[in-house]
């Protein structure tokens, strides 16, 4: 599909006078093409779902979730996660405004995973990977639905919502995310549309530096770092592979769109999907930061069962991932 940007960054890298065949020669290539690729692929993701964005209100998702079943709740929670923000920094500002809203603590946990485990940018990427396709995004996608319908449930039938802090904190810091891009934008499609490419802009212009930061360190690795060194250990050979790739996102914070290049360089080199997909979600969804952030709201102990929880299905999700698609 975008055989023309390998094309054109293969091109760029010899009128630079890189040999293609070299390792600098591919570290150039791929990120020349992989900057191209990402920027516009996340634009165009963001500017679409934020045309929803712009009409998001925690008191009326509270009310649409009023007396319908729970499973509905939960299968919203997770649209809303899918389609709102894009790294943990603000998904947590609309996960408090949903507390404070009175929403359901199961629905707005189901949110909370959702929001930074599953990423349309980073499904778009993996449907148009080597190596992933098809298969890739669609396990991707069903697997964190899956983690965060279930890890809602678990919530509300484990009554874990007395681990919560009080409710007065949430209150405080209700709606900062978007409160005034909401109500403004409804009547105009003109207005609606501007809020979303203003949207889209501004996203873009806050997190290149870490999407450029993320290409670089991705295009060194595929240019320099030996295929047998990833296989070695991260390759189907390697048993604690998953595991591995587990515990080695949790110190980084980032967002889908700076982890993708490195994604991307895994896959590539023939790590397999599962154990890629585990580093991802790992990263952008039990990172050290976010949960020292989620303290604001949530208790100590609450946090290490939230955390336990996403680790331990990741692993699991990992390992099946594994067995099924080799």
Not at 14 to 30: C, H, K, N, T, Y
Not at 157 to 175: C, I, M, P
Request: aromatic share 12%.
């Amino acid at each position: 599909m975008f055989n023309f940007l390998t094309d054109f960054a293969n091109h760029i890298t010899l009128m630079l006078g890189i040999d293609l065949d070299s390792r600098l020669g591919g570290a150039v290539s791929f990120f020349i093409e992989d900057s191209i690729k990402i920027f516009l692929l996340i634009y165009i993701m963001i500017f679409i779902v934020s045309l929803f964005r712009s009409q998001l209100d925690p008191h009326k998702i509270k009310n649409y979730l009023s007396g319908k079943r729970s499973i509905i709740g939960y299968a919203l929670a997770v649209f809303l996660g899918i389609v709102t923000p894009f790294c943990s920094c603000s998904s947590i500002p609309l996960f408090i405004g949903f507390m404070a809203a009175g929403v359901p603590f199961g629905m707005a946990m189901t949110f909370l995973i959702a929001s930074p485990l599953i990423s349309e940018v980073a499904a778009v990427l993996l449907l148009i990977t080597p190596n992933a396709g098809v298969i890739g995004a669609l396990a991707y996608i069903i697997c964190g639905v899956v983690i965060s319908i279930l890890g809602g449930y678990l919530c509300d039938r484990l009554n874990l919502q007395r681990f919560k802090r009080v409710e007065d904190e949430a209150e405080d810091n209700h709606h900062h995310c978007h409160g005034s891009c909401c109500s403004c934008q409804k009547d105009k499609v003109k207005s609606v549309v501007k809020y979303a490419n203003d949207y889209a802009l501004n996203t873009l212009k806050e997190i290149s530096p870490y999407i450029l930061l993320g290409l670089i360190v991705g295009a060194g690795m595929h240019g320099y770092i030996p295929q047998e060194l990833f296989v070695k250990y991260l390759g189907e050979s390697n048993p604690f592979a998953v595991i591995i790739a587990a515990f080695a996102g949790i110190p980084i914070y980032a967002n889908h769109n700076s982890v993708l290049p490195i994604v991307q360089v895994l896959l590539m080199k023939g790590v397999p999907i599962g154990t890629t997909l585990v580093m991802l979600m790992s990263i952008t969804a039990i990172s050290l930061p976010e949960m020292i952030m989620l303290h604001k709201v949530l208790s100590w102990k609450m946090l290490g069962i939230f955390a336990g929880y996403l680790f331990i299905s990741f692993i699991i999700v990992g390992y099946i991932m594994n067995f099924v698609l080799l």
